[in-house]
């Protein structure tokens, strides 16, 4: 596969931080590395996986670290101008896909409307890459009879949706015991010298592995070995059907969409703001950044944490209250 020829080159990189004029998202301006005259859209907006509080950081990495411009989007409630995760059907500042070289994903279930979603499916029929975490297997729920309806996770002539037709997967189930056991990745030796995964070394998150079941064109980089606990030192789970087989937690896909384009798509299963904490499956996304733009994957890219990263525990109603997007740009 064309995505698993890449290499190395790092220039550590300042960045100074720019706020949209309406402070409805969130930018970050790098000014020098690599990445520098590249663009990333980070889209969040899931109840969840705390997507409002890994993804900053995430961008914050990309831009102070290598240079990439970054743009943070939110779920937000247009009445309060707060962030909301509750709130399904608004999501500011999609134009800036636009200008988008990469869009990284955390989403679950929404239902933009039309003038927000057309801007998400342009970029995509546009042919460009793609970094879907966590929940993004069922980004969508577009009603039966509605514009994008086909987008949808539970969809039927579009079957599973954008989640099975592009990411490789759809909403199935919890594989792993939910907010009890974790995933420790295993990569698969045929893939190790990928340099996607270069540099990526005790994988572990401590949401549960997904039941994914990824098409036969999916490469799998890595899969999720079911712990006994949320400790990154924990053994496997004593249920060994669990774990015979594992199931897949990373994986690559070259989909050709139906403007006839093909994207570059990366499905982790894992992401949410406390897996973010771990190291490598920082690298790991900042390596496909780099592939998925064109760069040369460094040997050791540098992730470590901008300012002070104190995740929330994820959970339904785990989201803090009160907060805008202007006071993440800080």
Request: aromatic share 10%.
């Given at each position: 596969m064309k995505l698993l020829a890449l290499l190395p080159a790092l220039t550590l990189a300042t960045a100074t931080l720019a706020t949209a004029a309406d402070q409805q998202w969130i930018s970050f301006s790098g000014q020098a590395g690599p990445g520098k005259g590249k663009h990333i859209v980070f889209l969040s907006g899931d109840e969840e996986y705390r997507s409002e509080e890994g993804l900053p950081q995430l961008a914050r990495i990309l831009s102070q670290r290598h240079g990439f411009k970054t743009t943070v989007l939110f779920s937000v409630n247009p009445k309060t101008g707060e962030?909301?995760?509750?709130?399904?059907?608004?999501?500011?500042?999609?134009?800036?896909?636009?200008?988008?070289?990469?869009?990284?994903?955390?989403?679950?279930?929404?239902?933009?409307?039309?003038?927000?979603?057309?801007?998400?499916?342009?970029?995509?029929?546009?042919?460009?890459?793609?970094?879907?975490?966590?929940?993004?297997?069922?980004?969508?729920?577009?009603?039966?009879?509605?514009?994008?309806?086909?987008y949808a996770w539970g969809a039927k002539d579009w079957v599973g949706g954008f989640g099975k037709q592009v990411l490789g997967e759809t909403w199935v189930a919890h594989h792993g015991k939910h907010k009890v056991e974790g995933t420790r990745g295993i990569i698969e030796p045929a893939y190790a010298q990928v340099p996607i995964l270069r540099g990526v070394t005790d994988l572990f998150a401590d949401t549960d592995v997904y039941t994914a079941n990824p098409p036969e064109d999916a490469t799998i980089l890595v899969r999720g070995q079911v712990t006994a606990s949320l400790d990154p030192a924990s053994p496997?789970?004593?249920?060994t059907k669990k774990n015979e087989p594992m199931q897949p937690v990373v994986w690559l896909r070259t989909p050709k969409n139906e403007?006839?384009?093909?994207?570059?798509?990366?499905?982790?299963?894992?992401g949410s703001a406390t897996d973010l904490k771990n190291e490598s499956l920082r690298r790991l996304l900042v390596n496909t950044a780099y592939a998925f733009t064109g760069l040369e994957v460094p040997e050791k890219a540098d992730v470590s944490l901008v300012g002070a990263y104190n995740p929330t525990f994820y959970g339904f109603g785990s989201n803090k209250t009160g907060v805008k997007p202007a006071d993440l740009a800080k």
């Open positions: 962030i909301d995760p509750k709130t399904t059907d608004n999501e500011p500042g999609m134009e800036q896909l636009d200008s988008a070289d990469l869009v990284i994903m955390l989403l679950r279930f929404r239902q933009w409307p039309d003038e927000q979603m057309k801007h998400f499916v342009d970029y995509y029929l546009s042919g460009k890459p793609v970094i879907a975490l966590r929940t993004s297997t069922h980004a969508f729920n577009f009603k039966p009879g509605t514009t994008y309806a086909r496997p789970t004593t249920e403007a006839g384009k093909t994207n570059k798509v990366l499905t982790t299963t894992m």
